[in-house]
């Protein structure tokens, strides 16, 4: 591939195209039953490059069926710091690589995930369950930022640029703002690494936001220590992969270190310590809002890179192309059991349409099969754990009591040992708390509305602005949404997906609001700042 060419992955479609789905399954499948021969396994931590344990243990089971992943180490704020001061240690040599080489390693470390994506997926399925299309395209997206980041910092020229005032013909007997120098002045605008990152991923996309942020504070010179999702939601091998992918590909010891335990010790740990000059973290709003204020009350000066969650409305037009809006409603609102911040949640249907609109999806959604989402057949898997069960119980019993429920809301009984249970509709007015609270669970809230302008109202009235959508062939209705949505991500009478789905190198994935801190977005031109603070060097000679 040229240089500064970028090219997704897009391993499915590929495949697809030229007639090869067979090709896509075959490879997957084998890789399940080679992933499970490994399983059960106790893994270490990697810190500097060598392994270390600690006394306690963590056992990490497959939502799916209950089976033992792995027993990995149970890290404490010791081993946190260990990893904190090899990275820091690492941070000299690494920050003055040229910008270049850091790109290069990265393009190899890429062509290593490549090389082993199906394996990768398969054990991705088997930590969280999602379909074997979710996990190839997770990690086909891990791929697809290390290229694009690569490529971004390259055609940066690794964020340098240089300017120079000529010297003049006249001298001044002394200095003031504006006086001319009859020296010459050369000036070197960079932007440079802060020093040490910790990387706090979730369990939902482990593999291409774990990739993603790590790799964003690389690739711009920073070090890193990684801590996987290691307490109620475990990915802890994916991690390890991780790990062992970075270092394979020739990332230094040191740079990339691997810590698995809990948040309140590990993550806290990084949040805590001087010596940690920025956090990337994705997760919940309670949870980045509690470590800003932390770190800020500690007078700990730390730049945070976050996405925070949304709750995700789209909104449905009596102009809309009804079969379009069902199908991107449905498979944004129930993919992966809806975890994930992308999500939609609610849904604002024009009231000369409601009746029609949820006659559809509600046959749409009772299609959707559900069950072992390692079978090529399965779209909805089990949720991640017993507290995300309890969740979605609590929110169709408060569904009950104060709206009505449409489709759904029961346990399903696979024959598995995992939380199974089936996406589900409900109609709750806009004031209701399951309008506004992030649930992480599959449940759609429907609400009709008469006045478009009141739709764009109701759709901004939450504290989350990550994705919206709106279905509409009315240019007038998709304008005025276009300029009026406080949303990050916005995709209008999308078939594949109405909220979720952000390409690398096509769209960004960015919130507002209380989805972010700094409105800035990953897959985006604007992402790698982020991670690097900003030096003006002047030289006269």
Not at 131 to 152: H, K, L, P, T
Not at 178 to 201: D, N, W
Request: proline residues 3%; charged residues 25%.
């Amino acid at each position: 591939m040229p240089k500064h060419e970028f090219r997704n992955e897009s391993t499915y479609k590929r495949l697809l195209e030229a007639g090869k789905e067979q090709d896509f399954d075959l490879l997957f499948d084998a890789a399940v039953v080679e992933a499970k021969h490994g399983f059960g396994k106790t893994y270490p931590m990697f810190i500097a490059g060598k392994e270390v344990r600690s006394e306690g243990r963590i056992e990490e089971r497959s939502p799916i069926d209950g089976t033992v992943i792995g027993y990995f180490q149970k890290g404490n704020r010791e081993h946190a710091r260990e990893a904190i001061k090899a990275a820091k240690s690492a941070f000299v040599a690494w920050s003055n690589t040229d910008y270049s080489t850091r790109a290069s390693v990265f393009r190899k470390v890429a062509s290593v995930f490549s090389e082993n994506k199906f394996a990768l997926a398969a054990i991705l399925s088997y930590e969280n369950g999602k379909s074997r299309y979710e996990s190839v395209g997770e990690v086909d997206e891990a791929i697809d930022f290390m290229r694009y980041y690569a490529n971004e910092i390259e055609i940066n020229k690794g964020f340098i640029r240089k300017t120079s005032m000529t010297q003049s013909t006249v001298k001044v007997s002394a200095g003031f703002q504006g006086a001319p120098s009859t020296r010459s002045e050369k000036v070197t605008i960079r932007l440079a690494p802060f020093g040490v990152f910790g990387i706090i991923a979730p369990f939902n996309f482990p593999v291409s936001i774990s990739v993603g942020m790590s790799v964003g504070a690389m690739i711009t010179g920073n070090t890193v220590v990684f801590k996987p999702s290691a307490s109620d939601s475990k990915t802890m091998l994916t991690g390890l992969r991780i790990y062992e992918y970075m270092k394979q590909g020739g990332v230094p010891d040191g740079v990339f270190n691997y810590v698995s335990g809990p948040g309140p010790e590990v993550g806290d740990e990084m949040v805590v310590s001087k010596d940690v000059a920025g956090i990337a973290f994705t997760g919940s709003r309670d949870v980045g809002t509690r470590m800003i204020s932390k770190s800020y009350a500690l007078g700990l000066q730390k730049t945070f890179v976050v996405e925070m969650g949304g709750k995700n409305p789209v909104i449905v037009s009596k102009n809309a192309e009804l079969d379009d809006a069902v199908s991107g409603v449905a498979s944004a609102a129930f993919g992966f059991d809806g975890q994930k911040c992308s999500a939609c949640s609610r849904v604002y249907v024009h009231e000369s349409i409601k009746e029609q609109f949820v006659s559809k999806l509600i046959e749409k959604t009772r299609n959707f099969k559900i069950g072992n989402p390692l079978e090529k057949s399965v779209y909805i898997g089990p949720l991640i754990s017993e507290n995300a069960y309890n969740t979605y119980k609590e929110a169709v019993e408060k569904a009950k009591e104060t709206g009505r429920i449409l489709y759904g809301g029961n346990a399903v009984n696979t024959g598995m040992n995992g939380y199974y249970v089936e996406p589900t509709i409900i109609e709750v007015r806009h004031d209701n708390e399951l309008a506004h609270k992030e649930l992480f669970v599959p449940i759609l809230s429907v609400e009709g509305y008469k006045d478009f302008d009141n739709a764009i109202d109701l759709a901004n009235d939450v504290d989350y602005g990550l994705t919206a959508g709106l279905y509409s062939k009315k240019k007038r209705e998709i304008d005025q949404f276009s300029k009026m949505i406080e949303a990050g991500t916005v995709y209008i009478n999308r078939y594949t997906s109405a909220t979720t789905g952000a390409i690398v190198g096509l769209h960004t994935f960015v919130g507002w609001k209380g989805s972010s801190v700094n409105g800035k977005g990953t897959g985006s031109k604007f992402y790698l700042p982020q991670f690097m603070r900003e030096q003006s060097m002047s030289i006269t000679k």
